[in-house]
């Protein structure tokens, strides 16, 4: 084990940066700890800084979940992308976890690295051009930055997730899903290229044309054979205005057949549907938009037509950009409450909603979702082209989503809605559902061959090639 070079700890910065790792006790050494005489191996020389105080490895412990709690053994806050080169090609010399954490809005724990490295990407958040082909942007830049600075240009990214504030390089590492998938596909069915750092920690390139297997593998693939460090998203021009229609039935089968309907003939640029509790039992709310500019105003009466009879309709008009972020301020708040938020995500073959949602509904209590919404809506399957996000075999499928809230906290409670998600899921899997995989559902790692099905080879041929030494993500649980 070589001595720490003492000449580094003058270029360091603050004492808590740490400037050495010494394995055998897997502990990384800060600058203040060197200079009364711990050895360990020189950390690389970095542009940003690699931390280990309290406050940084407590937030790293968090997520939007607050149900897994693991603590890192240092934060990376990268100055550059060769930083995070260099952290992961040192963790993996070392045998050190690093997971890439965006904005921590998972919900058990996927962006944590327990005794391991997490890597903020806040740090490396620019905009770097947009042009009407397409945003080059850092992977730490929210979905919030990126439409709000596409828009005041006139332009888009296709597919917005409901919340704005989740980070670029985190959502294409799950999908990324929302009212335009029923028109686009999945936010990583709309990306051009890519620029990441393998788990050997190299810098790659990589596109539809170019290294097209890793490009595959890295969308949607949970952080497991890359990290996202750029990205270019395909934008196209944006609408002024958002036409709204909220569209509100009494029966389950009303709300998804007018989604069949509304699906088939696109007429809706974002077709949502959520269950929603009435004083007299479930509702079910069909929620679609219409994009438009200047005087070109869709007709109420040709968009409704067809659709099953609702008993309450409401028509809105909002600026496009307003109607994109109008969930943002609401969505803040609640995290600010950090109640434990264990979700349930899951992705339905059509033939099977009704009698899924029904079962499940039937037995939902208030308690079982603490307010929080409960999400409904298709897309077709047509438009979901990354081999690494696992949806059902059906040419409609359906999300199906219980964004769960416990209020307040209450361990008790947690654990049971926990046991509650992993049976609807091994129900979902037996009639051919998939989980997104952003929820709190405990898996084992024999969940995931079932869950990739054919591509499970792909995914694991592609770990042993890009992360040979299975350094990153560890929380994902995919590969043990
Ligand atoms: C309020 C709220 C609303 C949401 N709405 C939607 C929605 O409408 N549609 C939807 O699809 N999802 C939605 N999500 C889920 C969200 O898309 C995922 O949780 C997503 O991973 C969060 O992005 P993040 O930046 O917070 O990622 P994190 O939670 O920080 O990370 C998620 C995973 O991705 C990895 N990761 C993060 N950044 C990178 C990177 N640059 N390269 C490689 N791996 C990386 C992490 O290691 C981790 O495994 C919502 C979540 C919340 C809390």
Known sequence: MADVDRRRFLAAGAAAAVVAFDPAGLGWVTRAQAETGTGGVAVPGLDGE??????????????????????PRAVLRPGSVEDIERIVRFAGAHGVAV????????????????AGVVIDSRTLAEIHELTPRGAVVDAGVTWLDLFRAATAAGLTPSVATDYLGLSVGGTLSVGGVGGASSRHG?????????????????RVRCSPQVNRDLFEVVLGGL?????????????????????????????????????????????????????????S???????????????????????????????????????????????????????????????????????????????????????????????L??????????PLVAVPDSAVVFLFAILRMVAPPDETTVSRLLADNRAAYDRAVAM????????????????????????????????????PRGVLAPEQGVFG
């Not at 690699?50 to 939007?64: F, G, I, N, Q, S």
């Not at 997971?99 to 327990?114: I, K, V």
């Not at 909220?246 to 699906?263: K, P």
């Not at 405990?442 to 995914?459: K, L, M, N």
């Open 50 to 71: 690699l931390v280990t105080d309290d406050a940084a490895l407590a937030e790293a412990a968090e997520d939007y979940g607050q149900i897994a709690h693991r603590r």
């Open 99 to 114: 997971a890439m954490r965006g904005q921590a809005h998972s919900t058990f724990g996927q962006a944590q690295a327990p």
């Open 186 to 202: 999945f936010q990583v069915d709309n990306v051009l290229e890519l620029d990441v750092v393998t788990g050997e920690g190299k």
């Open 223 to 279: 952080g497991q054979y890359a990290i996202i460090v750029r990205a270019i998203i395909r934008l196209v021009p944006a609408e002024t205005t958002a036409r709204v229609y909220r569209l509100g039935y009494s029966r389950l089968t009303d709300l998804t057949n007018a989604q069949r309907i509304a699906l088939a003939d696109g007429r809706f640029d974002y077709l949502e549907g959520q269950v929603v509790q009435t004083d």
């Open 281 to 375: 039992g479930w509702g079910y709310l069909l929620e679609g938009a219409v994009y438009y500019s200047g005087a070109d105003v869709p007709d109420d009466a040709e968009i409704q037509r067809g659709l099953p009879a609702p008993d309450t309709a409401e028509i809105s008009a909002l600026p496009y950009f307003d109607w994109l972020n109008r969930i943002y301020d609401l969505v803040e708040q609640l995290k600010a409450l950090k109640f434990p938020s264990p979700w349930l995500n899951l992705f339905l073959p059509d033939a099977v909603v009704e009698p899924f949602v029904d079962d499940l509904l039937a037995t939902l209590t208030p308690a079982d979702t603490g307010g929080g919404p409960i999400l």
């Open 377 to 386: 809506y298709p897309m077709p399957r047509s438009l979901l082209t990354r």
């Open 432 to 467: 051919g559902g998939k989980q997104y995989p952003i929820s709190a559902i405990p898996t084992r790692f024999a969940d995931w061959p079932t869950h990739y099905g054919a591509e499970y080879r792909r995914a694991r041929l592609a770990k042993s090639r890009f992360d």
